[in-house]
C-alpha cells in the first residue's frame, strides 16, 4: 500500500494566520489526491480533489497544490470554523489516507 | 442532493459479525461508488472497500480482505457492509461515502468521496 505522511501532526494557529499542511506519498501518484476536514463527532468534509481543485460549496480560501509525491493544502486566513483535523487521501492504488493533522487555535 | 442514511449503533460479541445498512435518498444512487471508511476512538481514517452498484463487484482493502463483504441493493438503493469474526480492535465508527471511481472489469479504482453518512458506532466487548 502507497504510505501518506501528513505534517506536522499538530498545528496551532490564530485567526486570521494563513496555514500549510504538508501531505507526501511514498511512491508518486500523479494528481491522484484529496483533502478532507473532519470536526469532533462528524462524517469527513471533501475540501480539495484531484489535488488542487476546489470542491463546490468550499471557500476559496482552502486551496491545493502539488503532484507527484509532495501535496500542500494551504488556508489563506484562518477562520474560527477551520478549527479541526485535516486528512489527505490518496486514489491513486488501494485508498489510503494521511494520519491527519489536527490544527488548534493558539 | 443526495444523503446517506445509516442503520443505528451495534453492540457485539467478540467472534461474531456485524451488517451496517447505508441508504441513499434525494440523488443518483447506482452510477456512483459506494465507500466503508472506518475510524477507530481517537484514531484516523481507514478505508475498507467499495462497490459501484451499478457493477455489483465490491473491491477491499487487503487487510480485510476475507472478513468483510460489500453489498448493494439498486431497488431500495442501500449499500451494506458486513465484517465478521469481531475483535475488539473492531470497535470504531463506520461510515458510508460516495464518490467517484472508475470501473475498469476486473478492478475499480476508487477516487474522492464526497457525499458521507453519519457514522454507525459498532462497539465489540465480552
Known amino acids: 500500500d502507497i504510505q501518506m505522511t501528513q505534517s506536522p501532526s499538530s498545528l496551532s494557529a490564530s485567526v486570521g494566520d494563513r496555514v500549510t499542511i504538508t501531505c507526501r506519498a511514498s511512491?508518486?501518484?500523479?494528481?491522484?489526491l484529496n483533502w478532507y476536514q473532519q470536526k469532533p463527532g462528524k462524517a469527513p468534509k471533501l475540501l480539495i480533489y484531484?489535488?488542487?481543485s476546489l470542491q463546490s460549496g468550499v471557500p476559496s480560501r482552502f486551496s491545493g497544490s502539488g503532484s507527484g509525491t509532495d501535496f500542500t493544502l494551504t488556508i489563506s486566513s484562518l477562520q474560527p470554523e477551520d478549527f479541526a483535523t485535516y486528512y489527505c487521501?490518496?486514489?491513486?492504488?488501494?485508498?489510503?489516507f494521511g494520519q491527519g493533522t489536527r490544527l488548534e487555535i493558539k | 442532493q443526495v444523503q446517506l442514511v445509516q442503520s443505528g449503533a451495534e453492540v457485539k460479541k467478540p467472534g461474531s459479525s456485524v451488517k451496517v445498512s447505508c441508504k441513499a435518498s434525494g440523488g443518483t444512487f447506482s452510477s456512483y461508488a459506494i465507500s466503508w471508511v472506518r475510524q477507530a476512538p481517537g484514531q484516523g481514517l481507514e478505508w475498507m472497500g467499495g462497490?459501484?452498484?451499478?457493477?455489483?463487484?465490491?473491491n477491499y482493502a487487503q487487510k480485510f480482505q476475507g472478513r468483510v463483504t460489500i453489498t448493494a441493493d439498486e431497488s431500495t438503493s442501500t449499500a451494506y457492509m458486513e465484517l465478521s469474526s469481531l475483535r475488539s480492535e473492531d470497535t470504531a465508527v463506520y461510515y458510508c461515502?460516495?464518490?467517484?471511481?472508475?470501473?475498469?472489469?476486473?478492478?475499480?479504482?476508487?477516487?474522492?468521496?464526497?457525499?458521507w453518512g453519519k457514522g454507525t458506532t459498532v462497539t465489540v466487548s465480552s
Open positions: 462497490i459501484i452498484p451499478i457493477f455489483g463487484t465490491a
Open positions: 484531484a489535488a488542487s
Open positions: 461515502a460516495r464518490g467517484g471511481a472508475v470501473d475498469y472489469g476486473d478492478y475499480t479504482a476508487f477516487d474522492y468521496m464526497d457525499v
Open positions: 511512491q508518486s501518484i500523479s494528481s491522484y
Open positions: 487521501q490518496q486514489s491513486y492504488s488501494t485508498i489510503t
